[in-house]
Each structure stands twice: as structure tokens, then as C-alpha cells.
């Protein structure tokens, strides 16, 4: 009886511990940014956290030949700055959904700026749902959990 009682104590804590940790999933950290369109994988974002707001970074790029690439068609402060280090996300403001929002996201490669949200993949919190919005129109990227080992 003793025994089956600390194999149900053993369980429920381990159980609790599971649930825990896939629960403690969040959008910060390195994400492998995938593009929607020809499913090309482009480049490791860091999305962090910076004076209470949602940032990204590019920490680097996977496409071969654009390591030194540059923001070519971005104007103002980002006109003709490396895409490495750029800041692509600025103070995204978390809402009641569990979604990240805001109106300051940069696509370097088309030199564009964007309204638009970011939230976990409901069954799957490895991946990241990010979307533009351009007026009434928008596109949405599935980026992709890196995995520290």
C-alpha cells in the first residue's frame, strides 16, 4: 500500500513538473525565420525582452551570400545598414490573447515597415506565428524554435 501511494505522489509531481515546463514556452528566444513563400530558411532571430517590450534581432543569417548583406531598400536610419544586428522588431506590447503587437516590425529585404502580431502556434509551441499587415492585407510566417543543446 506504502508503495503505490509514493508511485502516485512520484507521478503527480513528475506530471506537474511536464506540464509546467511545456506551459513555460514564450515567444523569447532564437527563432529560425522560414519564408512563407518559397519556404526558404533565411535567417536566427533573437526576440527579447527590453524595458518591458517584445524586441528581435537578426543574430544571423543562413542564406549563403547574404551574411554581409545589406538594408539596400530600408530609408531612413536603416538605409544601407547591415541586416546582421539589425533590430527588426521594436517594442511590441503583449495584449490579453497571448499575442505581441505593434506597429514598428521591419522586413529588411523588401525595406518595409509593418503593423502586425506575433503569438505561439496553439498545438505547437515550437513554432512562431508572425504576421504583417499592409492595410487590410497581411502574410504570416511560421518561424521555428532553435533548440540550445
Known amino acids: 500500500m506504502k ?14 513538473l ?12 532564437k527563432w529560425k525565420t522560414v519564408d512563407d ?20 534581432r537578426i543574430i544571423d543569417i543562413l ?12 530609408k531612413g536610419k536603416f538605409k544601407n545598414q547591415p541586416v ?18 505593434g506597429s514598428d516590425m521591419l522586413d529588411p529585404e523588401h525595406g518595409m515597415t509593418f503593423r502586425g502580431k506575433l503569438w505561439l502556434h496553439p498545438e505547437d509551441m515550437d513554432k512562431l ?3 504583417g499587415y499592409l492595410a487590410f492585407l497581411y502574410r504570416t510566417q511560421t518561424w521555428h524554435r532553435v533548440k540550445e543543446e
Open 3 to 16: 508503495g503505490i501511494k509514493m508511485f502516485h505522489k512520484c507521478f503527480f509531481v513528475l506530471t506537474v
Open 18 to 29: 511536464a506540464f509546467q515546463n511545456m506551459w513555460s514556452q514564450s515567444v523569447f528566444g
Open 37 to 56: 513563400r518559397s519556404g526558404a530558411t533565411k535567417a536566427i532571430v533573437e526576440i527579447y525582452r527590453e524595458n518591458g517590450l517584445l524586441q528581435a
Open 63 to 74: 542564406e549563403k551570400g547574404k551574411k554581409n548583406a545589406l538594408c539596400t531598400k530600408c
Open 84 to 101: 546582421l544586428g539589425m533590430k527588426i522588431f521594436q517594442n511590441l506590447v503583449k495584449n490579453d490573447k497571448d499575442e505581441y503587437k
Open 129 to 131: 506565428m508572425v504576421r
